[in-house]
């Protein structure tokens, strides 16, 4: 596991903070970090299926992606669905199609598709726990934490989807350095689970970054680093709401 996290913790600029831990381990907090964690898992399935969207493929591949996330979206925000009507569904069926003259658009569909897929299967996994442990599904609205990078995208390309890019290795850096720190302190079911999420999501945010310096075709360095300092401040300074990806506990 160290050998996993290692370049995890070089890419990040600060640890989670052991106030955050203490508060997320409570058992008072397990629905929050549970539905929480149900909507993070759509959310990273929905950033990706946007980027191929925008940037990769044809009309009709756009269409399909859509109705690929569509049932984990009624489910989410509708209350559409349960567990048996989701089995299975994280696996897409028909062809996506890359758009004519996009030079990186295969490297991006192939893993941003299998990132989406695995989002998925989490999220479905996230609703067994959740009815092993009789935690009912409520909507909670987003945090601050990936809507305070956001703001500082570029808004010219290719630098607008270098930045998204970016952003997106941290934010998945950053769940798999939470599971880690906070799964020793779970049951041992879910303990077990976030201990299984390491290696995906490690190569998710691998993924990222990779595809941010393919695309850009120059060094990101500086770029990296403002987005760690702004991700850092995010965790690190106070947070009234608190979320899977909050800040320090107030």
């Avoid at 925000?77 to 758009?99: F, P, W």
């Avoid at 067994?128 to 703001?151: D, F, I, S, T």
């Amino acid at each position: 596991m160290q050998q996993l996290l290692a370049p995890i913790y070089r890419f990040l600029k600060c640890e989670t903070p052991d106030s955050w831990i203490k508060k997320a381990s409570h058992s008072d907090n397990l629905s929050v970090i549970l539905r929480d964690h149900l909507l993070c898992e759509l959310k990273a399935a929905q950033s990706a299926m946007f980027l191929i969207r925008k940037y990769a493929v044809d009309k009709e591949s756009a269409n399909r992606l859509t109705e690929w996330v569509k049932p984990y979206e009624e489910f989410a925000y509708k209350r559409i669905g349960d567990l048996s009507s989701l089995k299975g569904k994280s696996n897409i069926t028909k062809q996506v199609i890359v758009r004519e003259n996009c030079p990186y658009g295969q490297d991006l569909v192939d893993k941003m598709v299998l990132l989406i897929k695995e989002e998925l299967h989490h999220f479905y996994q996230v609703m067994e726990l959740m009815e092993k442990k009789n935690v009912p599904y409520e909507l909670l609205e987003a945090g601050r934490y990936a809507k305070g990078m956001m703001k500082h995208v570029k808004t010219f390309e290719p630098d607008a989807l270098v930045d998204k890019l970016i952003i997106g290795a941290f934010i998945e850096a950053r769940s798999c350095e939470r599971f880690a720190k906070l799964a020793p302190h779970l049951d041992a079911d879910l303990e077990k689970f976030y201990i299984s999420l390491l290696r995906s999501e490690a190569r998710h945010y691998q993924d990222y970054l990779s595809l941010a310096e393919s695309i850009s075709g120059k060094d990101i360095s500086e770029r990296v680093a403002f987005f760690a300092t702004v991700e850092a401040d995010l965790i690190l300074l106070p947070d009234e709401d608190f979320k899977f990806h909050s800040g320090l506990p107030v």
